[in-house]
């Protein structure tokens, strides 16, 4: 089963993939890592994204599809996968066209002033990373190993309207795009596991 999330920032698209590979033995794919793992391992694609990004550029979009392409044909694929974070735009998705089919695209719809609160009251882990909401848990250090929590510079309304914008510039052009896979999630209030239950039911139907 192959998988793309779509979102727009803080929609809670992290969660929502650690629930789908539980039930269904896939593997999340981030081209974020993909890009820390193949430059840490200095493999040929690796340093060639590293040229780039030492310049300041953004990756050519035919250096991550062929990045991308190379991770797929491993065993850990051999069930599926969710791509997070990719593609971002229409050329992205036509460039995905040439290395593999989709099966289902989920987009995670959840209101701008929920996303603005997921933003501000984010608090991150100094230590292991685990993410917290200061409106569900107001704690100054982590529940699980005790270290302090912070929050980032840039988890603020300013930074999330610029990256709101470009989303519904770049991105959200996607839904129409794959508009004969698609299939929206509406955020619950009542948390991600009532948002993922409806995800589940229609991911099964697919099986």
Known sequence: MKII?????FS?????ARNIMKDFDVV??????LFRENIKNGTEVGNLAKSYMDKGELVPDEVT????????KKDDCKKGFI???F??????AEALKTITDIDAVIELDVPLDEIKRRCVGRRICSKCGEI????????STCQKCGAPLFQRDDDNLETITL??????????????FYADKLFVAKGSEKGPEETYKPVKTFLEGLK
């Not at 999340?28 to 890592?33: H, L, N």
């Not at 599809?65 to 797929?72: G, H, S, T, V």
């Open 132 to 139: 917290y909401n200061t409106s569900t848990y107001d704690k």
């Open 12 to 16: 809670g698209k992290g969660t929502l």
């Open 28 to 33: 999340q794919i981030s081209t974020g890592d």
């Open 65 to 72: 599809i062929k990045m991308l392409a190379e991770r797929i």
């Open 163 to 176: 990256r709101l914008e470009v989303y519904e510039k770049t991105t959200a052009p996607l839904i129409n």
């Open 83 to 85: 791509l997070d974070g």
């Open 5 to 9: 999330l779509l979102g727009a920032p």
């Open 87 to 92: 593609p971002r735009s229409i050329a992205q």
